[in-house]
């Protein structure tokens, strides 16, 4: 008994001194998706800012494939030591788990929340030849041609899948899903008239609508973006309605509490910097930040949306 009872004093001793330690090497922060995408715009100015802070260099790795699941395995199989982290995205965290079938990992389980980043909306674009200037006109439009408008996404169970699917279910319309082998043909088509809207970035769709060859009609975040105050949110004509992207960072289950807490420490810091603030401006980025424990709840509670959105679109992922 005794024995064990050293062991453990030991165990949480040599856990403790690692974390004041901490970090004495380089540090892996996994973006599970390729190069270039929105994961990107947050993963290279935090871990510039977290090489700064920390002393150690944060080295940002891409691992795409499966949803974004590769990644997120390969965060959950690593050692539980701080130097391995994972900037995932409401997809991994909240959605692939209703959406796959067999999940090579478990958002709960295998994760130790490290903090909330940053939440940013879908908008809703259209063709502008399209005779709708409002979200209250598309709907009404969709209803009188029901089931000739169509919308495109980045594929099955992607956001803007979900975000098209429950817009359907809420307002009551007949319209069709395109889906595409990603985001960039998804509004290439719908530049070109092929579909009648979409759901999209703002840092892809901004230039489109500044020029004119988009319109758009509002915002997929429960209020409006503070970035686009001028752009209704969806949920002025459909409360309730509110299907955001968002980014946090996780380690993987068993990292040591003070090291979670001195990455959230840096990381909200990084989170209040004007320039920091600025810099995600050009995709409507809202910096949120907050404690690990709420960071925790807010995916619990996620999984549990989505799981009634997915159900409701239902999307399916072989």
Not at 22 to 33: F, Q, S
Not at 151 to 179: D, Q, R, W, Y
Request: contains cysteine; aromatic residues 6%; glycine residues 10%.
């Amino acid at each position: 008994m005794y024995r064990v009872m050293i062991a453990a004093a030991l165990a949480g001793a040599s856990a403790f001194a690692n974390a004041q330690a901490y970090p004495t090497k380089p540090i892996r922060l996994v973006v599970p998706y390729p190069a270039g995408g929105g994961g990107d715009l947050l993963a290279r100015p935090l871990a510039q800012r977290l090489t700064e802070t920390l002393g150690q260099q944060v080295i940002v790795e891409n691992r795409g494939g499966a949803g974004g699941n590769l990644g997120m395995e390969l965060v959950a199989k690593s050692p539980p030591d701080g130097y391995t982290l994972a900037l995932g995205l409401t997809a991994q965290y909240a959605v692939n788990p209703s959406l796959y079938p067999k999940l090579s990992y478990d958002p709960v389980k295998d994760f130790a929340p490290v903090s909330l980043l940053v939440r940013n909306p879908y908008v809703l674009s259209v063709h502008p030849t399209l005779p709708a200037r409002s979200v209250k006109e598309l709907i009404a439009l969709a209803k009188a041609r029901a089931g000739q408008l169509a919308f495109s996404s980045a594929g099955n169970g992607s956001g803007a899948h979900l975000c098209g699917e429950i817009m359907k279910t809420m307002a009551g319309i007949k319209i069709v899903h395109v889906p595409y082998k990603g985001a960039a043909p998804a509004m290439t088509d719908l530049i070109a008239g092929q579909v009648q809207f979409s759901f999209l970035s703002w840092r892809a769709s901004g230039p489109h609508v500044k020029s004119g060859r988009l319109r758009a009609l509002g915002v997929s975040t429960a209020n409006r973006s503070p970035a686009l105050p001028d752009l209704p949110a969806i949920a002025e004509t459909l409360p309730g309605y509110d299907l955001p992207v968002w980014y946090g960072v996780a380690a993987p289950a068993g990292t040591p509490r003070e090291i979670i807490a001195r990455l959230n420490a840096e990381i909200l810091r990084m989170l209040a910097t004007p320039d920091f603030r600025q810099r995600m401006e050009v995709d409507a980025a809202e910096p949120i930040g907050g404690t690990p424990e709420q960071f925790g709840d807010y995916i619990r509670s996620e999984i549990v949306k989505y799981a009634k959105v997915v159900k409701e679109s239902g999307a399916k992922i072989d």
